[in-house]
Nanobody
Framework: QVQLVESGGGLVQAGGSLRLSCAAS????????MGWFRQAPGKEREFVAI????????YYAGSVKGRFTISRDNAKNTVYLQMNSLNPEDTAVYYC???????????????????WGQGTQVTVSS
């Protein structure tokens, strides 16, 4: 079992920055790939980024590449999502997720992830 707790959401003006945190716990969470997704009202859950705990390798959705950075702190068992140059289209509930096994075809599919956090609201005003 893996437990995920997000924090760091809030209200920010367009062009601003926020950093989200996802604290992970559980016996085997280090064997999982960690991801961030987001879901805006009336829209499907959307892939944002992933990171491999061991290698640190990352992958981003095209809509956030160059603006968002995913990272992890092994000592704190925490994954971060640094979000810069935010715009109103980034407004959503952001979720942390963990997957035990991903392929190139399943990286962006919410159904491929085994555990989810409760989500944290990010609102970007224009």
């Amino acid at each position: 079992q893996v437990q995920l707790v997000e924090s760091g959401g809030g209200l920010v003006q367009a062009g601003g920055s926020l950093r989200l945190s996802c604290a992970a716990s559980g016996r085997t969470f280090r064997s999982y790939v960690m991801g961030w997704f987001r879901q805006a009202p009336g829209k499907e859950r959307e892939f944002v980024a992933i990171i491999n705990w061991d290698s640190g390798s990352t992958y981003y959705a095209g809509s956030v590449k160059g603006r968002f950075t995913i990272s992890r702190d092994n000592a704190k068992n925490t994954v971060y999502l640094q979000m810069n140059s935010l715009n109103p289209e980034d407004t959503a509930v952001y979720y942390c997720a963990a997957a035990s096994k991903l392929t190139a075809q399943t990286i962006s599919r919410p159904a491929a992830y085994d555990y989810w956090g409760q989500g944290t609201q990010v609102t970007v005003s224009s």
